[in-house]
């Protein structure tokens, strides 16, 4: 009990690599803290790269920022570390402004640990100089270094240089970099994306369990839908430099905002049917829907959410079967359109098997039917 009750009063962090090497708690208190950005824009030289960006990150969890290549991702993550400056808006870090119209509180003042994308390991530097780097001498000259090595498991591999270690061990050390000046929030732009996919699902899951451990406040920039609902408590939507829906990483995939979403968090038939008195009739059978639609709507249907029956008359072909092991995706041949079905891992069906689509899923969104080509 004592140990929980101390793991309140002192850095998460401090606690845990502490805690394992001695078995209590030595260092001094420290706390995460929560990060709000309100109506924030920046602009480099042309139009504003951020429109009016707002989003809470409460203490302690992780905020996943996902959007495609472009839009604006690492502007907003760089703009929280103060390596840009903000045209508009107010960025906070616990109590304190750090950006506003008035104010930038330098990078080196805000107690953010950054993790780039492609790690920025100093190459003359051995690993435990480069997680010494940018410490106090008080904490270089303590076990400190020890100490986030060992929570990322690189403790034997202290005096080697970069340049000799694997992508998964280079990662790992810009992580304890980060981590070693006890910052109050963690700042990690597509950590994995130079590690192969094998390594990178591990040093996810690794990743994952340490941000959890520490309770640290992190952001999390991703381009990937995986990693982005793995890691994020929240996860937040980017578009063209606007955030288009945050919540958690269910909230998105079962009522994304707009078909957009709905597309770029998973796979999705959006199927145009009409909708009265909150049944949908759709190509898949009768849906109940969870939102208010009357009329003509393109109604969202995972393709885990249909079933697929042998039937010699259906209204369905399958066209294409993509095996992945752990399940099967088929593409159904509908005649006017095609829906995607994904069903348990044994194919069942051959291309050109007739079938009868059906609805398995509780409800679904519907959104307004538009002219645009949003939709199956
Ligand atoms: N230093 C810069 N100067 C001018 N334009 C930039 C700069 N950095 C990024 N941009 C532009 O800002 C937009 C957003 O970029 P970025 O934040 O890197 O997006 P993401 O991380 O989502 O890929 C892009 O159009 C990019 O070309
Ligand atoms: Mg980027």
Redesign the pocket.
Known sequence: MTFIVIARWYAPSEVISSAGRYGFVMSRPYSTAPISVRDVSVA??GPP?LQSVSLEVPAGTTLSLL?P????????LRSIAGLERIAEGEIMIGDQVVSSGRTHVPAEKRRTGMVFQDWALFPHMDVKANVAYGLGKADRNSDRVHDVLALVGLEALCDRMPQKLSGGQQQRVALARALAPHPQVLLLDEPFSNLDTALRVEIRAEVHRLLHELEVTAVF?THDQDEAFVLGDQVAVMSGGQIVQVGSPAELYVQPATPWVARFVGEANLLRSVAHRGIATTSVGAVPLSTDSEGVVDVLIRPEEIDLQAADAGPGTIAVIEYYGHDSTYEVDMGDHSIRVRLGSVPRFRRGDRVTPVFVGDEAAAFEATESDDRD
Not at 69 to 76: P, Q, Y
């Open positions: 480099y030289d790269v959007g290549s472009g839009c604006g991702k690492t502007t907003l920039v």
